[in-house]
């Protein structure tokens, strides 16, 4: 079974550039999350959907970042412009519809974003 | 405030050692998640631990849940240099998962 695609792994870009991640999830996967992991600590949350809709993105800085999902499958998160504190492995994870006993998530291998 | 607080935040064993890695949260989620984490590498799912008194194990991990202390534990036995790596518990909670901080582990020969 194939897993959680990401491209590009790695990204370096000068600050107030912008920059762009896509994922595509497991196949049936209706939930797919971005997270940020920052060098040191856990990955935080940065949106959720199910299938195309967002059902939280309420520490997505939205005037930086953007992110949609475009016929409930891929998913693309934008960061535009940069900052130097935006420097860290950008997660997508997928999930079966929340519910299911036993549900976890699967995570991609991540995006590595350096802004200098 | 939701928090999801793990320690110890690093730790070096030799091989053929015992410990135990704690991880304390503070809804009343009864769900509970296991990760590892290789260096450059994503997240791998461990264990799942669905209710109080769950207790799981694979190989030298055994991963136990107690909802009324809202504190999970992943115990290591007789630690092997392979097992050299980040983990990290979540809690899931109002359709979210939340993080702790993880434990970098070090196995030494």
């Known amino acids: 079974e194939a897993g959680v695609a990401q491209s590009p792994r790695y990204k370096i870009i000068e600050k107030r550039q912008s920059v762009a991640f896509w994922c595509n999830p497991i196949?049936?996967?209706?939930?797919l999350y971005w997270y940020q992991q920052i060098l040191g600590q856990g990955p935080k949350l940065l949106i959720q959907f199910q299938n195309n809709g967002v059902v939280d993105d309420s520490q997505l800085p939205k005037d930086r970042f953007s992110a949609e999902r475009l016929k409930g499958v891929d998913s693309t998160l934008k960061i535009q412009p940069a900052k130097l504190e935006d420097s860290a492995v950008y997660l997508c994870?997928?999930?079966?519809?929340?519910?299911?006993?036993?549900?976890?998530?699967?995570f991609g291998e991540g995006s590595w974003l350096t802004v200098v | 405030e939701l928090k999801v607080e793990q320690n110890p935040l690093f730790l070096s064993m030799q091989e053929g050692k015992n410990y135990t890695i704690y991880c304390n949260y503070s809804t009343t989620s009864d769900r509970l998640y296991w990760y590892r984490q290789d260096p450059g590498k994503s997240l791998e799912s461990l264990f799942v631990?669905?209710?109080?008194?769950a207790v799981k194990q694979e190989g030298r991990l055994m991963a136990s849940l107690d909802t009324k202390a809202r504190l999970s534990t992943l115990h290591i036995t007789a630690a092997v240099h392979d097992l050299s790596a980040t983990y990290f518990c979540a809690e899931h909670t109002g359709n979210q998962f939340y993080f702790g901080t993880g434990t970098s582990l070090t196995v030494i020969p």
């Open positions: 196949s049936g996967h209706a939930t």
């Open positions: 994870a997928s999930s079966l519809p929340w519910g299911a006993a036993g549900n976890t998530i699967y």
């Open positions: 631990l669905l209710s109080n008194g």
